[in-house]
């Protein structure tokens, strides 16, 4: 581009008789204008006569172009790229720019023909274009149609990126709604396979051997029964034993309970997070007026809740039904000590 700079003042200077400047005379139709940006249409540009024509040019393999407002705009783009084009430049009115433009600058002349250089990136090229239009007579920055190209860019990157927010905020209030639902939804199955581990708890093992040790204390009672005196008191101190052995058992029996006291406690402890996480699911939700579509309903959450205050009554009725169950074997236990004790007494120990 540097190298072509001396033609490019040549070139400029037969768009200056474009348009009929005061510095070149208006010889020809094909001499009387030049054109603006087709790629940005400036305020200069749109300012100019209702007769006037654009056309933009293109040079290939780069992101420059230059982009003419005038009543022989054609004219004027055709000379460019045969200008050009003997300088070894491939220039056509056919392009796709390399990279996202920008104006570098917009020249008018004389007679209100306009030229916008447009360029990418550092607009290294498009500034040698611009100083060659600064440096050709006839033609005068547009400084005005620049500032206000300037603005409306401004504005329009600003309200781009106002909407970007906006379009965050929508997508985080959505999310926002969606890790809520889900957190319930955890909660829920989180809830029901707590409650169902409830049904696996059981303190049948635990009475089955109460049951077992009262046979056997039945058992030594029998043997005090079959006893002669001088044995008997002996026998009748191991029906005591195991007797004891029985309320060591129901001990067990109490761990066992408050083992399974604490899954109780984890169903509750659930049961009170899943309602406080519900309630800030339908909070975000109404804040941000969106609602997650696989959130559970009132109806399967109240269910689930429901159903674990249930499992919680049942395994506490299998403590208490335990409970009964083993004072009352406990009880009879110390009835057949009792009467161990009696033979013991009537044999003389």
């Known amino acids: 581009m540097a190298a072509a700079f001396p033609v490019l003042l040549a070139s400029l200077m037969l768009i200056t008789g474009c348009g009929g400047s005061a510095q070149t005379p208006q010889t020809s139709p094909s001499q009387t204008g030049t054109s603006s940006p087709a790629t940005t249409q400036s305020a200069a540009a749109s300012s100019s006569s209702t007769s006037a024509a654009s056309c933009t040019v293109f040079e290939r393999g780069t992101a420059l172009s230059v982009a003419f407002t005038a009543s022989d705009a054609q004219s004027a ?16 009115p056919i392009g796709q720019p390399n990279e996202q433009q920008t104006p570098a600058c917009i020249f008018r002349n004389g007679s209100g023909a306009v030229a916008e250089v447009d360029d990418g990136g550092g607009q290294m090229l498009g500034q040698e274009v611009c100083a060659a239009f600064a440096g050709t007579q006839g033609w005068t920055e547009d400084t005005q149609a620049e500032q206000a190209f300037a603005q409306k860019a401004q504005a329009a990157q600003q309200a781009q990126q106002q909407r970007q927010q906006r379009a965050a905020a929508v997508q985080q209030a959505k999310q926002s709604v969606v890790d809520a639902a889900s957190t319930v939804t955890s909660d829920v199955q989180g ?33 005090v029964q079959a006893d002669s005196s001088d044995v008997v008191c002996g026998d009748a101190g191991v029906t005591g034993s195991d007797e004891g052995v029985m309320e060591n058992d129901r001990g067990v029996m109490e761990n066992d309970i408050g083992v399974d006291e604490n899954d109780i406690q984890r169903v509750l402890g659930d049961i009170t997070t899943l309602r ?15 609602r997650a579509t696989a959130a559970p309903t009132n109806a ?32 009879q ?10 033979i013991c007494k009537r044999a003389g120990g």
Do not use: M, P
């Open 77 to 92: 783009c055709h000379q460019w790229i045969q200008t050009r084009g003997k300088q070894g430049e491939f220039w056509s």
């Open 191 to 223: 809830l029901g396979q707590d409650a169902a581990a409830l049904a696996s708890d059981s303190l049948s093992g635990d009475v089955s051997g109460l049951q077992s040790d009262l046979n056997g204390v039945h058992t030594d009672l029998q043997a």
């Open 276 to 290: 406080a996480d519900n309630q800030t699911y339908l909070n975000v939700s109404a804040s941000t007026g969106y």
């Open 300 to 331: 399967q959450i109240n269910a689930a809740i429901a159903s674990a205050n249930a499992a919680v009554a049942k395994e506490r009725g299998v403590f208490a039904s335990a409970r009964n169950q083993a004072a009352q074997l406990i009880a």
């Open 333 to 342: 236990a110390k009835g057949v000590v009792a009467q161990a004790n009696a």
